[in-house]
């Protein structure tokens, strides 16, 4: 914490800040705590080693920050560049972050090479009966934050079977404008749900007070696009995974950003998720889990190293 400020940081944001904590999954209770009481609270960054900054959790205060480029202003942020695999080396694909946009979009030359038409049968076809990592097996061509996109929105149906059967049945069923909206819908409540970019940096370009915290020109903060997502005073039940959250009276979620530094991807991201969904209610039988899934170390992305999974014959 800055010296100004003289305290060291409390329990709760020292569980945020450290990468340990995120292979065991987002920590949303401590992001609650800490919404609660301290919504604008410092992280000093030595456990990520990286520098301190203000960690900003509300929905109304991330939003607000995100609208206002003049004040605080993007900055680089090497937290998002995801790792490689070797494949996509081999091949001469890009993590889709190396040259990407701080707030977690994907640079326009690396965009240009995501298909607006995307393959996701064919790639769901490389899903058999047998064990198959969803992240290597099926997603492996696809940019960090698209893989971790796609692979989210799959463990939102996972994680909730009877709305992945809910959504297979609006998708089959004949009034098919209502199952078309309501898909739409469970795309922006995956993207919200599980948020692929967990927080933004940005510069602090003069003196302001956010939170009821003092704010200097020069310091850091880190907008937590997870908390907001999941702020109660947004989102009713922000825990739970409804997919017809989103057809009419609630707010936007902030997983691309807002206003003029909105994150380029979105669209791309939206058509993926889609596709990749619509695929999977569409297909008989149904996707599930095979075993444990490992989440990425990282206190920015949110992802997975492995997410096994395998079709089981039967309705989902």
């Given at each position: ?17 450290c990468p340990d904590t995120y292979a065991r999954g987002v920590p949303y209770d401590c992001l609650d705590r800490l ?90 076809s490389r899903v058999t009966g047998t064990t198959a990592d969803f992240i290597r097996d099926v997603l492996a061509e ?138 999977i209610v569409e297909r008989s039988g149904r996707l599930e889990l095979a075993g444990e899934p490992v989440p990425v ?20």
């Open positions: 914490m800055p010296q100004r400020r003289g305290t060291l940081p409390i329990s709760d944001a020292e569980v945020l800040g919404r609660a009481k301290t919504p604008v609270v410092w992280l000093d960054g030595r456990l990520a080693d990286e520098p301190g900054s203000w960690a900003v959790l509300r929905y109304d205060d991330v939003r607000r920050a995100l609208s206002r480029p003049e004040l605080f202003t993007p900055v680089p942020y090497d937290a998002l560049h995801g790792p490689m695999y070797a494949d996509d080396r081999a091949d001469g694909h890009t993590d889709g972050h190396t040259d990407g946009h701080a707030d977690g979009g994907e640079p326009e030359d690396a965009a240009m090479l995501i298909d607006m038409e995307p393959p996701a049968r064919a790639m769901l696809m940019p960090e934050t698209m893989r971790n996109t796609l692979a989210g929105g799959v463990y939102a149906l996972l994680r909730n079977p009877d709305q992945y059967a809910r959504l297979r049945a609006a998708k089959l069923s004949a009034a098919q404008g209502q199952g078309e909206a309501l898909l739409d819908s469970a795309v922006e409540e995956m993207l919200r749900w599980w948020t692929p970019v967990l927080h933004v940096r940005r510069l602090v370009r003069r003196n302001t007070v956010m939170g009821g915290v003092p704010l200097l020109a020069g310091e850091q903060v880190s907008l937590w696009l997870t908390a907001a997502n999941h702020d109660e005073a947004a989102f009713a039940q922000p825990t739970r995974f409804l997919p017809d959250r989103f057809l009419e009276g609630t707010v936007r979620h902030l997983s691309f950003g807002q206003g003029t530094r909105a994150c380029l991807g979105a669209r791309l991201a939206r058509v993926h998720l889609r596709a990749m969904i619509n695929a170390r990282s206190i920015a992305r949110h992802g997975f190293e492995r997410l096994p999974v395998r079709w089981a014959n039967g309705p989902a």
